[in-house]
């Protein structure tokens, strides 16, 4: 069965940098197209970026450019999201999601990791 | 970015009521519409893609339907287990974006 594994739950100051990782299998990993989502307390849902292997491409959502990178591991068919400069709010569960890849830059969600807390808090 | 109304944030309903939650988007996005379903602590489901396909494994209870700028989410008879909040989300281009959710209470 394909799944997701996120990292654990983190608490930042003000300032510094993230970084939450999302581990597949082999295969899903060439195959799929990966998704971060967040979602802020008590918010909706919130589409930050994503990255295709199959395609070598990466996606900003233009809030978070030049703040996120996602990069993906085939080494260890692991897909990380690193959010620096952070601030409170940026407080929220991380979610990495995704699908099969189809397009360089079309982005599925049909599979999701079951979160990461990220807390930024002084 | 292609914004998403979603009406309306909430509703209050009993078992067995039909129950009707609308999207549109603010430009042409095709059939590319999804609809997930999201409990308190849980990740989002998905339940219907393409506008009208039903995800594998999801009751038959729930429909989506419309296309281009006017969609719907139908659930025919509400199920104790259906309280939950519901979102849209289109994939047409990048950056995916969400409507604001719609919360379906008792």
């Known amino acids: 069965q394909v799944q997701l594994v996120q990292s654990g739950a983190e608490v930042k100051k003000p300032e510094s940098s993230v970084k939450v990782s999302c581990k597949t299998s082999a295969g899903t990993f060439y195959n799929y197209a990966f998704s971060w989502v967040r979602q802020a307390p008590g918010q909706g849902l919130e589409w930050v970026g994503g990255i295709i292997p199959l395609f070598n491409t990466t996606t900003y959502a233009q809030k978070f450019q030049g703040r996120v990178t996602i990069r993906a591991d085939e080494s260890t068919s692991t897909v990380y999201m690193e959010l620096s400069s952070l601030r409170s709010e940026d407080t929220a569960v991380y979610y990495c999601?995704?699908?099969?890849?189809?397009?360089?830059?079309?982005?599925?969600?049909?599979?999701w990791g079951q979160g990461t807390t990220v807390t930024v808090s002084s | 970015d292609i914004q998403m109304t979603q009406s309306p944030s909430s509703l209050s309903a009993s078992v067995g009521d039909r129950v009707t939650i609308t999207c549109r988007p603010s430009q042409f996005i095709g059939n590319f519409l999804n609809w997930f379903q999201q409990k308190p602590g849980k990740a989002p489901k998905l339940l219907i893609y393409a506008a009208s396909r039903l995800q594998s494994g999801v009751p038959f209870r729930f429909s989506g339907s419309g296309s281009e700028t006017d969609f719907t989410l139908t659930i025919s008879s509400l199920q104790p287990e259906d309280f939950a909040t519901y979102f849209c989300?289109?994939?047409?281009?990048?950056?995916?974006?969400f409507g604001g959710g719609t919360k379906v209470e008792i």
């Open positions: 989300q289109q994939n047409y281009n990048t950056p995916v974006t």
């Open positions: 999601a995704g699908d099969k890849a189809r397009d360089p830059d079309y982005f599925e969600t049909d599979l």
